[in-house]
């Protein structure tokens, strides 16, 4: 199973609401990943996960909250967003194997915050 | 800080003629990646270079890293409407595997 799998596929939220994002991936892969992407424009990364701890947060936001409850799972817990955060949300993992690291990333959210 | 910068942005070419797209980092890489993302999809890994001076084949595709490790090309032979997409060299930023810099892109459309 090469897959990861992202629910929900679309979502619209209103700037006082509370969301969630989740990721599921079952490669057994140590790292785990949250990018957003705006259209035209490349992935931006914002979190990584290795071994379900944080290592890297590229300064987001903190109305943007991730969460790692353990090695398959990862969420992105959203509250009073801006509407200048609507984007692809993509979740992606990763495992090192023979000096080459291979992203697999999911099908995304698409996040419309209104 | 460290920038990618990847010409053309956008290309469009007709079915059977073929594209190359360059990726330019402004620090030595360790090594460079190439994804291609589909329109509405999401990015799909296609190769990782290491060497200097490697060049690595899948099929039509053709990967070469540069000598000195700071740039890097993707030339499509004989383009197909199966190859319309962006494509994106991702770099990696800082000491950790983990953190990557994508480029900005190039859009290949196919005219059939």
């Known amino acids: 199973d090469t897959e990861v799998t992202q629910t929900p596929k679309h979502l619209v939220m209103g700037m006082t609401n509370k969301k969630s994002l989740k990721c599921e991936q079952h490669m057994g892969h140590r790292a785990m990943y949250w990018y957003k992407q705006k259209a035209k424009k490349p992935p931006e990364l914002m979190f990584v996960y290795s071994y379900e701890k944080l290592s890297i947060n590229e300064s987001v936001p903190s109305r943007f909250s991730p969460e790692c409850p353990n090695s398959s799972l990862l969420n992105l817990h959203l509250h009073a967003l801006q509407p200048e955060d609507s984007a692809l949300y993509l979740c992606?993992?990763?495992?090192?194997?023979?000096?080459?690291?291979?992203?697999?990333f999911g099908q995304g959210t698409r996040l419309t915050v209104v | 800080g460290q920038q990618v910068m990847q010409i053309p942005q956008y290309q469009h070419v007709q079915e059977g003629e073929d594209f190359t797209t360059y990726c330019n980092s402004s620090t030595t890489l360790s090594n460079i990646q190439w994804y291609k993302q589909r329109p509405g999809g999401h990015p799909v890994f296609l190769i990782q270079l290491v060497k200097s001076g490697e060049v690595k084949k899948q099929k039509r595709l053709t990967f070469q890293f540069g000598e000195a490790k700071k740039n890097s090309s993707l030339h499509i032979t004989a383009t197909q409407t199966t190859d319309v997409g962006t494509y994106f060299c991702?770099?990696?930023?800082?000491?950790?595997?983990?953190?990557?810099?994508f480029g900005p892109g190039t859009s290949l459309s196919v005219i059939p």
């Open positions: 991702a770099c990696p930023a800082g000491t950790s595997y983990d953190k990557v810099i």
């Open positions: 992606a993992s990763s495992a090192r194997v023979a000096g080459v690291t291979e992203a697999f």
